[in-house]
C-alpha cells in the first residue's frame, strides 16, 4: 500500500519481498514507513511486485526487481529497493502499475507504457517486453489510464474508452483482444 501526505511526503506499507515499498529493505513494513526525505510527491499507484510515483515536477519513479523491465532503466535485471527515476522526462502527470509493467501519460496527452507485454497490454502493436517507455500508438488525446492485470484501459479526451490486452474474461468489455489500443 502507498500513500502521499498532504505534506508531499510518501508513505508505503505491506508486502515488500522485492522492495516494492521503497524503503531500502524488503522487509514487510505493518505500519506506515516513509519513504526517503522528499516532500515533493504528487501521486502514486500500486502494482502486483512494483510500485510508481510521480513528483510534483512531472518526475516519475518505479521501484521493483526489474525482472521484466519496470525501472524502465534499459535492462531486464536488477532490484531496486528505493524509487528510481524513469528517464530524465518532467511531463508526467498519471502513473498506474499493472501485475507486471507501468502505463503512464505525458501532459501532452501521449500514452506510454514500459515493462512486460505477454498479451499485448503495453498498447505498441506488439508483444514484447519494453525496458523502457514506448508509446502507445501516435494518439495525442489520451486523459487517463488504467492498468490491470494482463489488459489496459484508457480514457480520450473526448470521452471515449479503450481496451487492449488480454480479453480471456470480458475485462475489454467487448472489445477485440489485441496488442493495441482498439
Do not use: E
Not at 66 to 75: E, K, P
Not at 85 to 95: R, T
Amino acid at each position: 500500500v502507498l500513500g502521499v501526505k498532504y505534506d508531499g511526503t510518501l508513505w508505503s506499507w505491506g508486502y515488500n519481498l522485492v522492495g516494492q515499498l521503497g524503503i531500502g529493505n524488503n522487509t514487510n513494513a505493518n505500519q506506515p514507513v516513509r519513504v526517503g526525505t522528499s516532500t515533493d510527491w504528487a501521486a502514486v499507484s500500486a502494482g502486483d511486485a512494483h510500485s510508481m510515483a510521480i513528483k510534483k515536477i512531472g518526475t516519475i519513479w518505479v521501484r521493483d526487481d526489474n525482472s521484466t523491465g519496470q525501472v524502465a532503466n534499459g535492462t531486464f535485471t536488477g532490484t531496486y529497493n528505493t524509487p528510481q527515476q524513469v528517464g530524465s522526462a518532467s511531463n508526467w502527470v498519471k502513473a498506474d502499475a499493472g501485475n507486471s509493467y507501468c502505463m503512464a501519460l505525458k501532459s501532452d496527452g501521449t500514452l506510454w507504457g514500459w515493462g512486460s507485454n505477454v498479451n499485448g497490454y503495453l498498447g505498441d502493436g506488439t508483444n514484447t517486453g519494453r525496458n523502457i517507455p514506448v508509446q502507445a500508438g501516435t494518439d495525442t488525446d489520451w486523459k487517463d489510464v488504467s492498468a490491470g492485470l494482463n489488459h489496459t484501459l484508457g480514457l480520450k479526451s473526448n470521452g471515449t474508452l479503450w481496451a487492449w490486452g488480454l480479453g480471456s474474461v470480458g475485462q475489454l468489455g467487448g472489445a477485440t483482444p489485441g496488442n493495441s489500443p482498439s
